[in-house]
């Protein structure tokens, strides 16, 4: 006899953190850490594993409407780097791997410049700077006439 205290599994959730640095938490309320409560079970009856979180990411904690500096093709876009409990994901199955209740899942944008960006602006370098951006590198010089 199965027991009244018995939780369907449909309705069985994981409490997890993610946290956001490296300016992808302007895309997240401004908000480096998140609490959240996601289903165990995703979508297809399958135990929710990372690739869930992104999407349950982008439709249910980003505020911002630029997801596509999150995600790119539904996966997480390159030059972010993930972690899952302090472990690089792909030791863990990058978006294969099933999130455990307490996982904590970091998301880190190493991309030179992403927080410029987010904020809109364009940094400026002295004269004769090299600068590195988008795998292109130039060198400065005042277009300023005298």
């Not at 369907?8 to 300016?23: H, M, R, Y």
């Not at 099933?98 to 400026?124: C, K, M, W």
């Amino acid at each position: 006899m199965a027991s009244t205290t018995d939780t369907p599994v449909e309705t069985l959730a994981l409490d997890i953190t993610v946290d956001f640095s490296g300016g992808l938490e302007m895309l997240f309320s401004d908000q480096k850490r998140h609490s959240l409560s996601i289903p165990a079970i995703d979508n297809h009856g399958q135990p929710s594993t990372i690739a869930f979180l992104i999407d349950y990411l982008c439709k249910n904690t980003m505020k911002d409407p630029r997801a596509e500096l999150f995600v790119l093709d539904e996966h997480i876009r390159p030059g972010i780097l993930v972690l899952i409990n302090d472990a690089d994901w792909e030791l863990e199955g990058e978006e294969t791997y099933e999130i455990q209740a307490g996982d904590n899942i970091l998301f880190v944008s190493t991309l030179h410049g992403a927080r410029y960006y987010l904020l809109g602006f364009t940094p400026t370098y002295p004269e004769g700077k090299e600068v590195a951006s988008g795998g292109i590198q130039t060198t400065v010089q005042d277009t300023a006439q005298a």
